[in-house]
């Protein structure tokens, strides 16, 4: 079965700062999507950034980009120049790749960031 | 542009009543899928539907719990008889193709008293 590990229940940073989020996962397909979604307190789901495996290029949108090791089977979020709205629930979520079809969603526990002015 | 519409966005119900959660997707998008959040925990899948079908029930309970997606109108997680364990966030998530990204809504708070 596949599982998703966050071993960080809460991280901190301060504004402007850079934090990186860590996710590990578990599962013997090769090909799939991986995931991190942003929770913030008015408890919306919002996709930060998403990554094929198949891809060697790391993801990045704006201020986020993504380490995706695949043989060690991380994939660590980085935020930089952090803003006070990034405070928020981070959930990282993997999906299997059925031949483009991407299945449902796995997601980790969640680790909490907190921004410090 | 309307993203995905959840309501009611808290609901309270008395132990044994129904419970009737509704979703509707984004312009555009055919697949819905439905998760549940309990405190602290990330969320859990619970059933993928596209109109008039289920695909994936895997995380659905088996008892008391459905779900349709009907051709017209939102699509609809019932929860029959609730008992205070079903008390979580229940958010519904669409895509416009099984290979694009899901967009959730806002959720709807189930509160069982």
């Known amino acids: 079965a596949q599982t998703v590990t966050q071993s960080q229940p809460e991280m901190s940073v301060q504004e402007a700062e850079t934090v990186t989020l860590s996710c590990t996962y578990d599962t013997s397909e090769s090909d799939y999507y991986l995931f991190w979604y942003k929770q913030p307190p008015s408890r919306q789901m919002i996709l930060v950034i998403r990554?094929?495996?198949?891809?060697?290029q790391n993801a990045t949108e704006n201020r986020f980009s993504v380490n995706f090791q695949k043989a060690a089977k991380s994939f660590s979020l980085k935020i930089s120049d952090s803003q006070l709205g990034d405070a928020a629930m981070y959930f990282c979520?993997?999906?299997?790749?059925?031949?483009?079809?991407?299945?449902?969603?796995?997601f980790g526990k969640g680790t909490k960031l907190s921004v410090k002015p | 542009n309307a993203g995905v519409m959840q309501n009611p966005r808290h609901l309270v119900r008395r132990r044994g009543q129904e419970a009737r959660l509704r979703c509707s997707p984004m312009?555009?998008?055919?697949?819905v899928y439905w998760y549940r959040q309990l405190p602290e925990e990330g969320l859990k899948f619970m059933v993928y539907l596209q109109k008039e079908n289920i695909i994936d029930e895997s995380g659905m309970p088996k008892e008391r719990f459905s779900a349709e997606f009907p051709k017209e109108g939102p699509s609809i997680l019932r929860i029959q008889q609730v008992v205070r364990g079903d008390s979580a966030a229940y958010f519904c998530?669409?895509?416009?193709?099984?290979?694009?990204?899901?967009?959730f809504g806002d959720g709807t708070r189930l509160s069982i008293l």
């Open positions: 312009k555009g998008h055919s697949h």
């Open positions: 998530a669409s895509s416009r193709s099984d290979n694009q990204p899901q967009h």
């Open positions: 979520a993997y999906s299997v790749n059925y031949g483009g079809s991407q299945g449902n969603l796995i």
């Open positions: 990554q094929e495996a198949y891809k060697q």
